[in-house]
Structures are given as C-alpha cells and as structure tokens.
C-alpha cells in the first residue's frame, strides 16, 4: 500500500502570514460609568461591529452630501418602542423619508390616541373580536377616504389627521411628525392583512388609491437615491418587494440609481430582504449591509452611533 511521505511539506513562518484577526482589533473590558463612546470603542472590530459602524457611517456622509436616507420598516419596531428615535431622526434631518406597510399605520395611530397597541391576538381570535377595537378603524378608514378624496396618499392624509386631531400621545406619532416636518411618509398597503380592511367603513377605493399614491411619491424620493442609503427595518416580504420596484420604475425612467447603501436590519435574514434590498439593487455599484439583532437593541445602537459620527 503506497504511504504518502509528508516529511517533505512545505511550510512558512506564522510571522510572514495574513491573518485576518488581531489582538488590536480585540474587545475591552467594560468600565462602570463608561461613556456611550467609549463604550462603543471598547466592542471587538470585527462583523457586525465593523458593518454598523460602516452603516452609520454611511448614512452621516449621506445626510453631510444632502443625500436621502430612507427608512422602510415593518410595524414590529413600533411595538417594541423605537418611535421616539425615529421621530428624533426624522426631525433631526436624518430620516429624509419614512415608508411603511398597513399595520404601521394601525400601531402609529393607538400609540397616538391610547398610549398603547398591540393586542393578544391568540386570545382574541377564538371568539372573533380580534381586530375589533372600534376607534382605531373609524380613525384610519375615515382618514384615508377623506385625503385620498382631497388628492393625497395614505401617509400624508393619516400624518395630517393624526396631527389635527386631539390625540393625547400624538407627539409620539411617526405620521403626525412626518406631516408636521413636510417629510414623505408612504403606506404601502396589500389589502386583507391589516385589521381595518374588516370593518365596513374600509373603502377598498380609496386604499388601493392612496396605495398606488404612496408608491409613486417613494419611487420619486429613490430617484435621488444616488450617495444615499436606504434601511430596511423588520419587513420581511412587503417593503422589500415595493423597494425593488420602486428601483426598477426609477432607472427605467432614466434615473442614475447606483451608487448608494442599502442595509437590512431583523432578527432573522429572510430571502426577499437579502436579494431585493442588499443584493439585487446594489449589483451595479454600491453597499450593502445585513444586520441581524432584536430591534430593540440593534437601533437604538445605530442611532447612538450616527450621533457620535455626526458630532
């Protein structure tokens, strides 16, 4: 039986090699009493780490160019109580304009009127009053009937309506700050998912329309996406499928969209974020970066840290 002879492998110095970890690079151990910068330079400079900062970095030179950054997002990080930092980056000039799907609108309104949302749906669909709650459907369905009558999309006439209305936690409206500041703010609505489209005073006209409103009007804010970057936050199907269309209606109007960051921020890295917000879009020049992590923790993280880049 032949017998390989391995006494004559080549080898080298481990000092003559590139590697791709080094202790520079290392965490530090924590002090109490630390400073949110400090601690950020004490965490290892590596992956993720190396990606939010990037991210954040990214989004400074955008707004510092006066180029758009985009925020699309699910409605699961209104409910884990992200409204606050993201109205302080709409109204801080970071956020230049907020896309989101029907259930964003359901939580931004009870947060407005109740200070609260989000029901125990397990408990409630045995009896079928899940999705129910009276308010809460007068208030948008009356809202989108009558500014889509008056010519707006669905984020303008609900910002506006929230914005009038005497609502005691309207301050915490992401639409009523939108409408307060002239940012866009866009509904991207597929109907039968949300829980107004059950009531009778849901006016699939009126929907549909204010829908397609609301995605042109996104298709113009990515026209200019050129130097600037675009998060994905939590959606996981809907935003990612109306991103990558609102893309293609744009160059194939002869927009110049290239040269620009995408990011997708959730717990799990799903398919439509990973090939239609990183990969698809950015094919063609540009960044991408996948941050996987609880809302709850990553963003406030990446708003903490666009603050210190900002200075």
Known sequence: MPRIDISKIKTYSLRDRQSKVSVDAFGKVYSRGMSFKGFVDSLPDFLAVKSLKALANDIVIARTNDKPVILGM???PIKVGLSPLIIDLIKSGIVTAFATNGAGIIHDFEIAYHGQTSE????EIDTGTFG???ETAQFLNTA???GVDEGYGLGYSIGRSIFEGNLPYKHLSIFANCYEGSKVATVHVAIGTDII????TADGKS???GSLRDFRALVEAVSNLNGGVY??????VILPEVFLKAITVARNLGFEVKDFTTANMDFIQHYRPT????QRPTQCGGRHYALTGHHEIMFPLLCGLIKEFKG
């Open 74 to 76: 699910g409605a699961h």
């Open 120 to 123: 125990d749906v397990a408990r």
């Open 132 to 134: 129910m709650a009276q």
């Open 144 to 146: 989108i009937i009558k």
């Open 197 to 200: 489209h059950m009531h009778p």
């Open 207 to 209: 929907i549909g329309e």
């Open 231 to 236: 998060i994905n936050l939590g959606s996981s």
């Open 275 to 278: 090939v239609n917000v990183l």
